[in-house]
């Protein structure tokens, strides 16, 4: 137990120091990239790629729990319902169905007006930086500390232009402690497809 804990206070503090140097900007709008039509992300010196269509994000940010439905977090082998976490990021907790020593914490930015912008603006500072998709919306690997060989990845997703959305697993025991990344992925891609059914 006490190590879960020391992961998510370094999860918390990791992601914690993202959010506080993405809010802390100077005011500036960020330019379109030159692929906003692409699925594609790329990397535009800060600029994150364009969400081919907004989600409906007001659920994200008001009611986190409800971003993922007891069929959507089974698929992904979480319990439903999640419970709201009382941590300094906010957000939904959904705890692992093989143990209660592996969860998925997901919550929304909305202090990053930029979205996903936002976290490209921070690059330089990330302990990795790894561009993806999900079901189609642009997102990244990234997080200011690397807690991956200790079963924690940080993936952002844009579900807008003007917020992103943090999906951290910390993942204590078993075979995805070596994987957390892949749990990020496979949890982003539940709630995706929940908020465009939404």
Not at 83 to 92: M, Q
Not at 109 to 119: A, R, V
Request: hydrophobic share 35%.
């Amino acid at each position: 137990m006490p190590h879960r804990t020391v992961r998510l206070a370094t999860a918390a503090v990791a992601a914690f120091g993202l959010l506080t140097a993405c809010g802390g900007g100077t005011g500036g709008t960020a330019e379109p990239p030159a692929t906003a039509g692409s699925s594609t992300p790329a990397d535009n010196g800060g600029t994150g790629p364009k969400v081919p269509a907004p989600l409906p994000a007001k659920d994200v940010v008001e009611n986190p729990c409800s971003v993922l439905n007891a069929a959507e977090a089974d698929d992904v082998g979480l319990k439903s319902p999640g419970e709201k976490s009382t941590g300094s990021l906010g957000g939904c907790r959904w705890t692992s169905t093989a143990s209660n020593q592996n969860f998925v914490n997901i919550g929304a930015l909305p202090q990053n007006k930029n979205g996903i912008s936002d976290i490209y603006a921070q690059k330089d500072k990330q302990a990795y930086f790894t561009p993806t998709s999900i079901d189609g919306y642009p997102a990244v690997f990234a997080d200011t500390q690397d807690g991956r060989p200790s079963g924690s990845c940080s993936l952002w997703v844009g579900v807008t232009d003007q917020l992103a959305v943090s999906v951290i697993p910390n993942i204590g025991v078993g075979p995805h402690r070596s994987d957390p990344c892949g749990i990020a992925e496979k949890a982003a891609t539940a709630m995706i497809k929940h908020l465009k059914g939404a």
